[in-house]
């Protein structure tokens, strides 16, 4: 099973058995230690992660935080746990104190929900009053399952990691900041907009008159500039469409198929195509044999075949553009298009692809 669709299934457990967990060691039972377990690490070995880890701060004997992951005798990463139903804001000044009493260089704050990831960034050995990555397993996005990835046993790079921290931490921050002026233009912000056109004094009386009109004006942009890119991704696909419908009935193979050496060497198969046609081929294993099932990727598309032939196409991966989507032959072995929002959305799809590949087992069995 693919690492985000891991991540997917235990999202779907935390649903069954949040209601369940009235406690801070049921849910280090339930969630925690499942979740750190998925990520690569043997949670019962305690020479790699290690409970109730002793971080003495000072003069304080015995302070101990739930849980150290190892790395060479060392701590690298500090855990601190909280029950399912807590609010993490409170316990940030807990986390602090045992980050500065270790060598290690990251600290996780969970309630097994949400994660709260830190380092020193600003201060060496000094955590960050700000995570720099923070994930809410039950509303986690594609764009950090590759970040959350990086903590995985076998990735785990402090260089590495730390390194993407910094750009992580303050585009969140900068993200948040926008979100906050567009709901609620501050004062500054708005004489900073009408800054170049308004040659008056900025009083607190013209603030209160811009401010309705700013949110508006700022709200409108963002409607229109995801028109405008709607309209092209559409208007593409299109085009596309039109010029590829007919592709697979001119060839045979293919081994037959000349790819010109320029176009072919923009061609890169991303981690995405594959984990998607990993996806299509263990639903299609339950009629072909897997190793029936392969991939041709172009500059547009990846497309899946069936017994390396191009005529027998059975669908194509649109990953490359901003909104996903899978393209699945039908009888007549023309395109039905569907959007998808994360890669195991194909699952959904297990029916129209199974029927997809039946009209080819069909000629076979003729």
């Excluded at 013209?206 to 995801?226: A, D, G, L, T």
């Excluded at 069936?306 to 023309?334: H, M, P, V």
Aim: glycine letters at 4%.
């Amino acid at each position: 099973m693919d690492f985000i669709d891991k991540v997917k299934q235990h999202s779907q457990k935390i649903e069954m058995v949040r209601g369940n967990l009235a406690t801070e060691e049921a849910t280090k039972t339930a969630l925690i230690m499942p979740f750190f377990s998925l990520l690569g690490y043997d949670v019962f070995n305690p020479m790699e992660f290690i409970p109730e880890f002793v971080a003495d701060i000072g003069t304080k004997k015995g302070e101990k935080v739930d849980y150290a992951i190892m790395n060479e005798g060392k701590p690298v990463i500090l855990i601190e746990c909280k029950a399912v139903n807590d609010d993490l804001t409170k316990h940030d000044a807990q986390l602090f104190r045992y980050f500065t009493a270790t060598d290690a260089k990251f600290a996780i704050l969970t309630n097994g929900i949400v994660y709260k990831f830190f380092t020193d960034l600003e201060e060496t050995n000094k955590m960050d009053e700000k995570p720099f990555l923070e994930i809410d397993l039950l509303n986690i996005n594609d764009m950090q399952v590759p970040e959350l990835k990086k903590f995985t046993k076998d990735k785990f790079d402090i260089d590495t990691i730390f390194n993407t921290a910094s750009e992580l931490k303050y585009s969140n921050l900068i993200k948040a900041q926008l979100n906050s002026q567009l709901n609620n233009p501050s004062d500054e912000f708005v004489r900073f907009i009408i800054g170049d056109f308004f040659t008056g004094v900025k009083t607190a009386n013209v603030v209160e008159k811009f401010r309705p009109i700013v949110k508006k004006s700022m709200q409108q942009f963002v409607n229109e500039f995801m028109n405008d890119k709607i309209k092209s991704i559409l208007n593409n696909e299109i085009e596309e469409v039109e010029t590829i419908v007919v592709a697979p009935e001119e060839v045979e193979t293919v081994k037959d198929v000349l790819i010109d050496e320029n176009v072919e060497s923009k061609v890169v198969t991303t981690e995405e195509e594959i984990e998607g046609f990993n996806i299509v081929r263990s639903i299609l294993s339950e009629v072909v044999q897997a190793d029936e099932i392969s991939y041709k990727d172009v500059e547009r598309y990846c497309g899946i075949l069936y017994q390396g032939n191009i005529r027998k196409w059975i669908c194509r991966l649109y990953f490359n553009s901003a909104k996903k989507s899978i393209t699945i032959s039908d009888e007549n072995k023309k395109e039905v298009r569907y959007y998808i929002e994360n890669i195991s959305d194909i699952y959904k799809y297990k029916n129209e692809l199974l029927n997809s590949i039946d009209k080819y087992l069909e000629k076979v069995d003729a």
